[in-house]
């Protein structure tokens, strides 16, 4: 069954460090997706990605962050500064439509920021 | 400001009962529900989802949606153990997704 793949499992980092999250979606998807869930909370959205452009982003998703398809298969999220509280676990799903169809979710990253 | 509510928990029903979760939301415009069943530490995983008013019957799980009073449910039959986790209503469209805050599940054997 086809799924959303994404590396590193587990990723440390330093106050003020920049670091990049991967994710390969569905092969078939055109809808790319990152979404965070802070421990003990909400799911929430970051960003949208279709047609190599932002489609949608939230509050969150501030100018540290930014996304990047830079080749076929990868998606990424960089976070430029990173701070304490971007510590959470970052998930990256895809779609094969933006409407309704399901939207699979990969397996995380849970990023720690010391 | 889309909100997405449901009862916190946790739940708990012995093995073999039937489990009934719910989520109210904000948005009456909102056209596409999903449910998704979040392990501990895990991903969300799609069970199931449903865009028309009424019952959406999928093996074990029958979800139920009433867009008058903006509310949908899901319904566990036959509940396992390996049903115990936490719940989690999603308000679409897919690309982006309103999540509530989950219900814990516990299946007792």
């Known amino acids: 069954e086809p799924e959303v793949t994404q590396t590193p499992s587990h990723q440390v980092t330093q106050m003020g460090q920049e670091v990049i999250l991967r994710c390969v979606p569905i092969s078939n998807h055109l809808y790319f997706y990152w979404y965070r869930q802070i421990l003990g909370q909400k799911v929430e959205f970051l960003v949208s990605?279709?047609?190599?452009?932002?489609?949608?982003k939230s509050e969150i998703f501030d100018d540290q962050f930014s996304v990047e398809r830079p080749d076929g298969s990868n998606f990424t999220l960089k976070i430029r500064s990173t701070k304490l509280e971007d510590s959470a676990m970052y998930f990256c799903a895809s779609t094969r439509t933006g409407g309704g169809t399901e939207a699979f979710f990969g397996q995380g990253t849970r990023l720690t920021v010391v | 400001q889309k909100e997405v509510e449901q009862n916190s928990g946790p739940l708990s029903v012995p093995e073999g009962a039937i489990a009934s979760l719910n989520c109210t939301y904000s948005d009456r415009g909102s056209q596409s529900f999903f449910w998704y069943r979040q392990y501990s530490g895990k991903s969300p995983e799609l069970i199931m989802f449903?865009?028309?008013?009424g019952d959406k019957e999928d093996g074990r799980f029958t979800a139920q949606l009433n867009k008058a009073s903006q509310y949908v449910s899901l319904l566990i039959r036959d509940s396992q153990p390996s049903d115990s986790a936490t719940y989690l209503c999603?308000?679409?469209?897919?690309?982006?997704?309103?999540f509530g805050s989950g219900t814990q599940l516990t299946v007792l054997p």
């Open positions: 449903i865009y028309s008013n």
């Open positions: 999603a308000v679409g469209p897919a690309r982006q997704l309103t």
């Open positions: 990605f279709y047609n190599n452009e932002i489609s949608e």
